[in-house]
């Protein structure tokens, strides 16, 4: 954090990040019916807070916007996604937290220039080239 002091008759400048966007109640679900845990983090494509979730998988969200994708993390990762309507309701929202396009136990290696996934349990089996 930086401060400063402004001198009599000066005038100071300060840029403030700004999240724009619609602000609504939400319901998110997972896709066996459950719920994501107390105090999971909503956040935008910019790693943005929009939301945390409080009991029952109500979240208050702010910066949505339509057909907009949000994370959810819990357990410092990112374990869903939810992704706003073209319309986006006056009323409570229902929303879906599917999985994300891979799972935590994946990661991205680079064997011989080519790019593979590999589970955690198979990385540990094979050696990564140098590069």
């Known amino acids: 954090m930086v401060q400063g002091t402004l001198t ?28 994501p845990p107390f105090g999971a983090v909503v956040q935008n494509r910019e790693h943005i807070r929009t939301g945390m979730v409080s009991e029952d998988g109500m979240v208050w969200l702010s910066g949505i916007n339509p057909e907009e994708t949000m994370q959810v993390l819990w357990g410092g990762e990112m374990q869903c996604e939810i992704r706003f309507p073209e319309t986006i309701p006056a009323g409570n929202l229902l929303l879906p937290c599917v999985s994300a396009t891979k799972t935590q136990s994946e990661k991205s290696v680079t064997t011989e220039e080519t790019p593979r996934w590999l589970t955690e349990a198979d990385a540990g089996n094979r050696r990564e080239s140098k590069q």
């Open 8 to 35: 009599e008759g000066a005038i100071g400048f300060r840029r403030f990040g700004i999240v724009s966007g619609q602000k609504a109640m939400a319901v998110l679900s997972l896709a066996d019916g459950d719920v």
